[in-house]
C-alpha cells in the first residue's frame, strides 16, 4: 500500500485542483449568462479568421514590439512547456519516470527546447516586473489600479519565475541522478541549460539529490495546479477566456452603432409619408407585461459578450493609454469600466451563491460604479476598442449607459440636450431655423 501511496496523494492533488477549478469556471458561466442573449451566429468564418490572428497569432499584442514580443514569448514558452505537464500527469498517475522517453531523439529535442524557452520566460518576466515595478510604466500604476490589481500582477509574475525555476531545477537533478546511474532515472533528454546547473549538485550523495529532484517535481505540479485556480480571481484569466471572447468579438465596422427595434420602427413609421399613425401595430405586449428597459444600469441589462468582455480583460491598460479623454485628464479610463463591470458582476455572482437567487442589494453598475461623468467624457473614438489586444469593447457598454440615462432617465449634460432639441425642431444641432440651416457654416 504504502508503495502507491505517493500515486494516490498525486491522484488525489489532481482531481481536487481540477475539481475546484471546474467549479469556478462554472460559476462564471453562470455570471456570464445574466446578460441578455445576443446573436453570434453570423460572421463565422471572419470569426475564426480572428481567433487565428489575434488569439493565437498575437498580432494586436506586437504592434508595441519590445512588449508584445516578450508576451509572445511568455505565451508561447507556457503551451509549449506545459505539454511536459502531461508526461507529469501520466508519471504521477502511474508511478513511471520519463514515460515519452521511449520516442528518444525527438524526446530531446523535445525537452532541449522547452528548457530554452524555460529561460527565455524567466528573463521575460524579469523584464516585465522591472517595467512595472522599477520603471514605473504610467499605465500600470493609473488610479484604478488599487493594492490588488497591482499585486495580483506581481503575483503572477513571481508565480512564473517560480515555475520555470523548479523546472529546470527538477531537470538539473534529473540529470545529475541519470549520470550518476541511479535506479529508475533513465537516460532521456538534452539539457542546455540545466546542465550548467547540474554541477551544484556535485558530491552530494543520490538520496540528497534524489530529494531535490522529486521536492522539484511535487512543487512544480502543484504549483501549475496551484496557478490554475488562482485564474479565477486573477487578471489572467484571460489565458482561457481570450480564445472564446476573439471569436464573439465585433465584426461590425467599428463606428456603426447598433438601433434599437422599437425606437426604429418609430422613425420609419414619422418618415413615411403613407403611414397610418392610428393603425394597430403589428405585436403588442402581453397585458400587464414590463416594457423593455433602454439601455443598461445594471450588469444584468449588458448582454452576455460583453460580460466575457468583463471576465477577459488583462488589466495592461493599452486601451486607457490611447484614450484621448484619460490623456486630456478626464475622468474616463476604459480599464476601469471594464474591471468596474467585472467588480459589480462579481458581486451579484456572490449575492446568487448567499441566497440563492439575485436579492436587491441597493446597488447598480451606474453611479455606485461607474460615474456620470465618466460615461459623458467619452468621445466614442473607438481607440480603446482598436487598441484592445484580446478584442474587447468598453465603448459598447459606455453607450449602453448612455442610452439608459438618456431614454430612460431623461439624464443627459445640458448641452446635449440643447443640441437634441435643435435636431427635433430645426434638422440641426445649431440653434437656426428651417430657412436659415446654412448658417451652421459660419460657425466653422
Known amino acids: 500500500m504504502m508503495h502507491y501511496l505517493p500515486n494516490i496523494l498525486f491522484l488525489i492533488a489532481l482531481a481536487a485542483g481540477i475539481g475546484y477549478f471546474t467549479m469556478n469556471i462554472k460559476k462564471i458561466i453562470r455570471n456570464v449568462k445574466l446578460g441578455r442573449d445576443v446573436d453570434v451566429s453570423d460572421h463565422k468564418k471572419e470569426r475564426w479568421n480572428n481567433v487565428v490572428r489575434i488569439a493565437l497569432g498575437q498580432s494586436k499584442m506586437v504592434v508595441r514590439p519590445i512588449a508584445g514580443i516578450l508576451h509572445v514569448i511568455v505565451y508561447v514558452g507556457f503551451i509549449i512547456i506545459n505539454i511536459e505537464v502531461l508526461e507529469i500527469i501520466i508519471d504521477g ?148 477566456l481570450a480564445f472564446p471572447n476573439v471569436y464573439l468579438g465585433r465584426v461590425q465596422p467599428k463606428g456603426q452603432f447598433k438601433n434599437l427595434e422599437s425606437v426604429k420602427k418609430e422613425v420609419e413609421l414619422m418618415m413615411d409619408p403613407n403611414a397610418d399613425p392610428f393603425a394597430a401595430p403589428a405585436e403588442t405586449e402581453e397585458e400587464g407585461a414590463e416594457p423593455e428597459k433602454f439601455g443598461a444600469s445594471d450588469v444584468m441589462d449588458l448582454n452576455q459578450v460583453q460580460l466575457l468582455n468583463a471576465y477577459t480583460c488583462t488589466e495592461c491598460g493599452r486601451c486607457t493609454s490611447e484614450c484621448p479623454a484619460n490623456q486630456t485628464g478626464k475622468k474616463l479610463s476604459p480599464r476601469k469600466i471594464m474591471m468596474d463591470t467585472r467588480d459589480r458582476l462579481e458581486e451579484v455572482g456572490a449575492n446568487i451563491n448567499k441566497n440563492g437567487k439575485f436579492v436587491d442589494d441597493g446597488k447598480q453598475l451606474l453611479d455606485d460604479y461607474i460615474l456620470r461623468e465618466e460615461l459623458w467624457a467619452c468621445t466614442t473614438c473607438n481607440a480603446c476598442v482598436e487598441a484592445c489586444p484580446v478584442s474587447i469593447d468598453p465603448l459598447s457598454i459606455i453607450m449602453d449607459m448612455r442610452q439608459y440615462l438618456v431614454m430612460e432617465q431623461s439624464a443627459a449634460p445640458n448641452e446635449l440636450n440643447v443640441a437634441m432639441t435643435n435636431i427635433e425642431n430645426n434638422g440641426a444641432p445649431w440653434p437656426y431655423n428651417q430657412m436659415d440651416r446654412l448658417n451652421w457654416k459660419n460657425e466653422a
Do not use: C
Open 93 to 240: 498517475i502511474f508511478g513511471t519516470h520519463r514515460i515519452f522517453a521511449f520516442l528518444g531523439p525527438v524526446y530531446d529535442v523535445l525537452i532541449a527546447s522547452f528548457e530554452i524557452l524555460a529561460l527565455l520566460v524567466f528573463v521575460s518576466v524579469v523584464f516585465f516586473w522591472t517595467r512595472r515595478n522599477i520603471q514605473r510604466i504610467r499605465r500600470f500604476w493609473a488610479r484604478e489600479m488599487t493594492s490588488w490589481p497591482k499585486n495580483d500582477a506581481n503575483y503572477i509574475l513571481y508565480f512564473e519565475m517560480v515555475l520555470m525555476l523548479l523546472f529546470l531545477t527538477m531537470n538539473a537533478a534529473d540529470l545529475q541522478l541519470q549520470q550518476m546511474g541511479a535506479d529508475h532515472y533513465v537516460q532521456a533528454g538534452s539539457f542546455p541549460v540545466s546542465q550548467y546547473i547540474a554541477p551544484l549538485f556535485d558530491g552530494m550523495s543520490e538520496g540528497s539529490i534524489i530529494a531535490i529532484e522529486r521536492t522539484a517535481w511535487w512543487l512544480h505540479i502543484l504549483g501549475i495546479l496551484i496557478f490554475l485556480n488562482y485564474l479565477y480571481w486573477s487578471k489572467h484569466l484571460h489565458i482561457i
